[in-house]
């Protein structure tokens, strides 16, 4: 695999690193800020609803890191290409179901690697 994709493949899995800590730890804390237009009385409530969302956050994260350890390079771009593909997926329906911008935030990015990965 190429540096440029394993770099964005890297980025990529950092952020559902950092989703999965701020859905499963500070959800009540940090969320009232991210989430301004929700009821602050809605935190507390869907509280093991996030830390859930955060925990399928960390498998993506998991699932990326994993495929830049393989060795064999042929299955270190197949299991890339499919935790990538995931990733598009959520991210396509977080913005049909929920807001637009998940799709820039992370289908996107998701997009643009997964077509790094091979093309180049």
């Given at each position: 695999?190429e540096?440029?994709?394993?770099?964005?493949?890297g980025?990529?899995?950092?952020f559902h690193l950092?989703?999965?800590?701020?859905e499963m730890?500070?959800w009540?804390?940090?969320?009232?800020k991210?989430f301004?237009?929700f009821?602050?009385?809605?935190?507390?409530?869907?509280?093991a609803?996030?830390?859930?969302?955060?925990?399928y956050?960390?498998f993506?994260?998991?699932?990326?890191?994993?495929s830049?350890?393989i060795?064999?390079?042929e299955?270190?771009?197949?299991v890339?290409?499919f935790?990538?593909?995931?990733?598009?997926?959520?991210?396509?329906?977080?913005?049909?179901t929920?807001a637009?911008k998940?799709?820039?935030?992370?289908?996107?990015?998701?997009?643009?690697?997964?077509l790094?990965?091979?093309?180049?």
């Amino acid at each position: 695999m190429e540096i440029i994709p394993k770099i964005l493949i890297g980025i990529i899995a950092f952020f559902h690193l950092y989703i999965l800590w701020f859905e499963m730890f500070a959800w009540e804390t940090r969320g009232p800020k991210i989430f301004r237009s929700f009821p602050k009385d809605l935190f507390p409530k869907t509280k093991a609803m996030a830390a859930n969302q955060g925990l399928y956050n960390g498998f993506l994260a998991a699932g990326l890191i994993w495929s830049l350890i393989i060795t064999n390079e042929e299955w270190s771009i197949h299991v890339a290409t499919f935790f990538l593909g995931c990733v598009i997926v959520a991210g396509i329906y977080g913005a049909v179901t929920a807001a637009k911008k998940i799709f820039y935030v992370q289908a996107l990015p998701a997009i643009v690697a997964l077509l790094a990965l091979h093309l180049l």
